[in-house]
């Protein structure tokens, strides 16, 4: 069975422990039932929703930019703007990460398929596939091997040893949002691992390197360049424009795609935990390593339906439109098995995430020990945290785990 990792000293049980090995076979049967009734009924209705999308997508773009033209008064850059955002969250999310998916591959359209499709975005399709299909997906919320999980620059779990540069992460994942489409392309090529390496590069991530550059070129040149000198005397507002657009779509992304595996009551897995993992155990992995944005249908469109993440690592070839249709079926299973569906409007998911994020960026209990009155003390046991050696951090953090342990034994 998939061992949850867990940690007692904070005061937290096996969310499966109730679970036989049978009863977690019949998870994966009725799953794979599910799974089933979508395959069987994919058709032209279908087809027609992602036609739909892209055709809405694309004329939002170009009137958008037709709108930039004039973009040196305000009212019009406004609206260009706004546009052009929705239309590259659109491009991305609904869109871009759905068709590399493979969801539409179905359809058997040579412009709507996996490998084929380009989008706008500074990672060459085949890199991202491979990081987040094949990598991401197979392991969901592993500390170690899925590096979706804090981007390799976060502290993720309580087991994790804290170390001060910690600290610093909030700051680091506020940047990595303002610029996520950058962070995903350093991310996809490993950058942080073959820096370390020095000169020492392997030929494929030189060429990945060369290939990462050429789309970069490409996107700049189409944001920066070309439709700036096309606006004339809106050159700079159009720039601007531009910047602005692909920053709130960066934003959006990064919220969303940390409100999908990040918030509190989401959880993480050893990798020991993966060893010999059946296909239903993969299944209750992925229910447990999830988390849902409930909203209208707009909202839904405009998060790519990863609102419906738990469903989309369940299932992440089905098509995107078909998610929130079987939601209520997988949200009886969990029911049915006792096992929590983790879903909350956006605020307060993207809440949840930050919370934990900047939690973790302390040592562990610091932030559930502390309060208006101990702060001065706690300030200066984080200090001597901070500045003190591996010894000294390792015997206050013990000290903390039992403070935290008392302070949660009456709620127990």
């Not at 890199?127 to 990598?135: G, I, P, R, T």
């Not at 997906?137 to 091997?145: A, E, F, R, S």
């Not at 040149?221 to 779509?249: C, E, Q, W």
């Not at 307060?348 to 939690?359: M, P, T």
């Amino acid at each position: 069975m998939t061992t949850i990792q867990k940690k007692a000293t904070i005061g937290q049980a096996n969310p499966i422990a109730h679970l036989s090995p049978e009863d977690i076979e019949l998870i994966g049967k009725e799953l794979d039932a599910i799974r089933a009734s979508v395959i069987d009924t994919r058709g032209e209705r279908d087809a027609r929703y992602i036609r739909r999308v892209i055709k809405t997508q694309r004329s939002l773009e170009l009137g958008s930019r037709v709108v930039l033209l004039a973009s040196l008064f305000p009212p019009a850059w406004l609206v260009g703007t706004a546009g052009l955002a929705v239309s590259k969250i659109l491009e991305n999310m609904e869109i871009g990460h759905n068709v590399l998916h493979g969801q539409w591959d179905w359809m058997r359209d040579p412009k709507i398929h996996s490998t084929t499709w380009d989008w706008d975005h500074i990672t060459p399709p085949d890199q991202w596939q491979h990081s987040h299909n094949e990598l991401h997906h197979t392991y969901t919320n592993v500390v170690g091997k899925d590096n979706d999980l804090g981007y390799g620059i976060m502290r993720v779990d309580e087991d994790q040893p804290w170390h001060p540069m910690h600290l610093g992460q909030p700051l680091w994942n506020f940047l990595n949002a303002l610029f996520f489409e950058y962070g995903i392309a350093a991310y996809d090529l490993e950058l942080r691992g073959e820096l370390r390496k020095g000169k020492r590069h392997t030929e494929k991530f030189k060429n990945d390197a060369k290939a990462v550059l050429r789309k970069l070129r490409k996107q700049v040149a189409k944001d920066y360049v070309v439709h700036p000198l096309l606006s004339g005397p809106s050159f700079l507002p159009t720039m601007l424009a531009n910047f602005t657009a692909n920053t709130i779509r960066n934003l959006w992304s990064h919220s969303v795609i940390m409100c999908g595996h990040f918030p509190e009551g989401v959880e993480t897995f050893e990798t020991r935990s993966i060893e010999g993992e059946t296909k239903p155990q993969w299944y209750l992995r992925q229910m447990l390593g999830s988390a849902n944005i409930s909203g209208s249908k707009l909202m839904h469109i405009m998060t790519g339906n990863l609102s419906h993440q738990i469903e989309h690592h369940l299932f992440p070839d089905l098509p995107s439109n078909r998610y929130g249709e079987i939601a209520p079926k997988v949200k009886a299973l969990f029911e049915r098995y006792d096992l929590a569906y983790c879903a909350r409007p956006l605020p307060l998911q993207v809440y949840s995430a930050w919370h934990k994020v900047i939690r973790l960026s302390l040592p562990n209990g610091w932030l559930d020990t502390t309060n208006a009155r101990n702060l001065p003390v706690q300030l200066k046991r984080l200090y001597e945290m901070t500045t003190g050696s591996p010894k000294v951090r390792r015997a206050l953090q013990a000290r903390l785990v039992q403070e935290q342990r008392r302070a949660l034994a009456p709620a127990a």
